[in-house]
């Protein structure tokens, strides 16, 4: 059975940090390009973070460029999303999807067919 799990969010003042895990079981991660999307009650998941298969290649969103970073753990299955210098405007629940075939750009959620029931972040001011 294909499941993502996600983890690590929490309560953080703003200017601090937080991993997020993206756990895959019932298939091998590496096997699907990754996204981290992140959702407020009322509004449309948003595009945070992609990672390619290979893990070479990463994008995000103009809004947590050069504060946060995805990456891959092969050891443990699982693709990491790094978040530092946290702004209050970074809360909400984040998901990881995976995807197999980019049917629309990496940015729409459309492209990916496994979702985890997400972890929620909240950065206090």
């Known amino acids: 059975q294909v499941q993502l799990v996600e983890s690590g969010g929490g309560l953080v003042q703003a200017g601090g940090s937080l991993s997020l895990s993206c756990a895959a079981s019932?298939?091998?991660?590496?096997?699907?390009?990754i996204g981290w999307f992140r959702q407020i009650p009322g509004k449309e998941r948003e595009f945070v973070a992609h990672?390619?298969?290979?893990?070479?290649?990463?994008y995000y969103a103009d809004s947590v460029k050069g504060r946060f970073a995805i990456s891959r753990d092969r050891s443990k299955n699982a693709v990491i999303l790094r978040m530092d210098s946290l702004k209050p405007e970074d809360t909400a629940k984040y998901y990881c999807g995976a995807g197999t075939y980019y049917d629309t750009s990496y940015s729409n959620s459309r492209s990916y067919d496994n979702w985890g029931q997400g972890t929620q972040v909240t950065v206090s001011s």
């Open positions: 019932g298939f091998p991660i590496s096997d699907r390009f």
């Open positions: 990672i390619t298969r290979s893990g070479v290649t990463q």
